[in-house]
Structures are given as structure tokens and as C-alpha cells.
């Protein structure tokens, strides 16, 4: 067995060996590789600070934007709220339009109906006229005359009105006592 170990050492010498020279000149290479790799490192860090603040800046952004995207959304409801208006209120404009109509052909129609009825009740009023008394004026905004006396009052006396004495209570003339006494009574 210690022979064994012997020579698994040896080998293992001899891959090892390497001169100053090479290790030195290995070490420099891998220093400026370090040194590059840091110069990287510092940009690279330099580029991740700008970048970081331009994130910031375009976050303060985006929020300006979606702030302005709920408002022109509250607009844009708004708007769409006052068009439904428009279109309720253009909709009864046009139900009332023709109403309108309707009602215009329905006034014509009474009117014709009731050009009839007047022209009818003219001709039904001539009629009783002929049969009517003058002094009946029934239907001409009068009520039915009740015990017509015809030509009765026609020469009725005028009736003068009579002077009554509160003192002594008479009729017609007035005495002089009471004239005097109490000023007509």
C-alpha cells in the first residue's frame, strides 16, 4: 500500500509543477481580467442608478396617466349618461310630435263634427223659432220662462215710492209736527 501512495504522489507532482514565471504571468492576466470585470461592475452599476431613477421618473408618469385615464373615464360616463338623456328626451320629442299629430287630425274631425252639430242646431233653432213665443228665450243662456204673462205687464202704472215717518209711523204726507220735531222724524 505504500508503494501505491507513493506513486499516486508522484503523479500528482507532476501535474502541478509549474514554473514562477507562469504563475506570475497567470496571476497578471487574471488581475486584469478582475480589474475589467470591476470596470464592468461599475458601469453596469452606474447604467442600474440611471435606470433606477428613470423608473422613478416614469412611475410619477404612469401614475400622472392613469390619473388622467379615470378622469376622462368619469367624463366619458358622464357624456355617455348626458347622450341617453339626449336620446330619452329626442325619443319624447318624437312620441309627442306625433301625439301632436294625432290629436291635430282628432281636432279637425270634432271640428267638422261639430260644424255639423252647430249647422243642425241653427236649422233645429229656426224651426222652434217659428214655434217658439218672443219672449221665451230658453237655450240663449235664459231659463225656461215659468207662468209667462204675455202683454199682462205691458201697460202696468208706475208706483212712486212712499214715505213712511219713523216718529209717528204714517203713510204719504208728513205733518209738519213731525218735520219740525224731529227732522222728518
Keep these: 500500500m505504500a508503494l501505491e501512495e507513493d506513486t499516486s504522489g508522484d503523479e500528482s507532482e507532476s501535474e502541478v509543477n509549474f514554473t514562477f514565471e507562469e504563475l506570475q504571468i497567470a496571476y497578471e492576466n487574471l488581475f486584469k481580467e478582475y480589474e475589467s470585470i470591476?470596470?464592468?461592475?461599475?458601469?453596469?452599476?452606474?447604467?442600474?442608478?440611471?435606470?433606477?431613477?428613470?423608473?422613478?421618473?416614469?412611475?410619477?408618469?404612469?401614475?400622472?396617466?392613469v390619473n388622467e385615464i379615470?378622469?376622462?373615464?368619469?367624463?366619458n360616463s358622464f357624456y355617455m349618461n348626458e347622450i341617453e338623456i339626449l336620446n330619452v328626451s329626442?325619443?319624447?320629442?318624437?312620441?309627442?310630435?306625433?301625439?301632436?299629430?294625432?290629436?291635430?287630425i282628432e281636432i279637425e274631425a270634432l271640428k267638422k263634427?261639430?260644424?255639423?252639430?252647430?249647422?243642425?242646431?241653427?236649422?233645429?233653432?229656426?224651426?222652434?223659432?217659428?214655434?217658439?213665443?218672443?219672449?221665451?228665450?230658453?237655450?240663449?243662456?235664459?231659463?225656461q220662462m215659468k207662468n209667462v204673462k204675455h202683454f199682462n205687464n205691458f201697460f202696468v202704472k208706475k208706483v212712486e215710492p212712499k214715505i213712511v215717518?219713523?216718529?209717528?209711523?204714517?203713510?204719504?204726507?208728513?205733518s209738519t209736527s213731525c218735520i219740525f220735531i224731529n227732522n222728518l222724524c
Design 90 to 104: 329626442s325619443k319624447l320629442s318624437i312620441d309627442s310630435m306625433e301625439e301632436n299629430e294625432k290629436l291635430k
Design 113 to 143: 263634427s261639430f260644424y255639423a252639430f252647430s249647422n243642425s242646431s241653427a236649422k233645429l233653432d229656426n224651426l222652434l223659432g217659428l214655434q217658439r213665443c218672443v219672449f221665451d228665450k230658453a237655450g240663449l243662456g235664459y231659463e
Design 38 to 65: 470591476c470596470l464592468n461592475n461599475k458601469s453596469l452599476k452606474k447604467n442600474a442608478i440611471s435606470m433606477s431613477k428613470e423608473l422613478e421618473t416614469l412611475k410619477s408618469e404612469n401614475s400622472k396617466y
Design 165 to 174: 215717518c219713523n216718529y209717528c209711523g204714517r203713510l204719504g204726507n208728513i
Design 70 to 75: 379615470e378622469s376622462l373615464k368619469d367624463k
